[in-house]
Nanobody, 123 residues
Framework: VQLQASGGGLVQAGGSLRLSCAAS????????MSWFRQAPGKEREFVAA????????YTAESVKGRFTISRDNAKNTVYLQMNSLKPEDTAVYYC?????????????????WGKGTLVTVSS
C-alpha cells in the first residue's frame, strides 16, 4: 500500500503547479482521495477531496477557485492543479486515501498517506 506524491517545487507568486499522487491499484479505484497540507509550525489542514469516481469534489475555502482536484483511475493517479499560487500556500502537500469511496475531509477517515511533496511560493 503506497502513495507517492510528486510535482512540488519552487514557484513565484501567481504561478502554477500540478501535484500528482500515484497509488497502488488495491487502494485507489474504490477510494475517495484527498490532499492536505502542512505549513511549518502549523497543523495539517484539508485542501481538497474527490470521491472514487470523481463525481463529488470539495475544496477548502482558502483555495477555492484556485485549486482543482481530479483523478484518473486508469492511471491510479490523483492530481491537484494549483493556480494563482500565494506565499501562504507554501507547505508540504500530502495525498491520502480514504477508508471509503466518498470524498472526506475528516483526518481520522484515511487508510494511507503519502510522504508529501514540498511546495514553496516566493513573493
Amino acid at each position: 500500500v503506497q502513495l507517492q506524491a510528486s510535482g512540488g517545487g519552487l514557484v513565484q507568486a501567481g504561478g502554477s503547479l500540478r501535484l500528482s499522487c500515484a497509488a497502488s491499484g488495491r487502494i485507489f479505484s474504490n477510494n475517495g482521495m484527498s490532499w492536505f497540507r502542512q505549513a511549518p509550525g502549523k497543523e495539517r489542514e484539508f485542501v481538497a477531496a474527490i470521491s472514487w469516481n470523481g463525481g463529488s469534489t470539495y475544496t477548502a475555502e482558502s483555495v477555492k477557485g484556485r485549486f482543482t482536484i481530479s483523478r484518473d483511475n486508469a492511471k491510479n493517479t490523483v492530481y491537484l492543479q494549483m493556480n494563482s499560487l500565494k506565499p501562504e500556500d507554501t507547505a508540504v502537500y500530502y495525498c491520502a486515501a480514504a477508508l471509503g469511496s466518498h470524498a472526506t475531509t475528516d483526518l481520522s477517515r484515511f487508510r494511507a498517506w503519502g510522504k508529501g511533496t514540498l511546495v514553496t511560493v516566493s513573493s
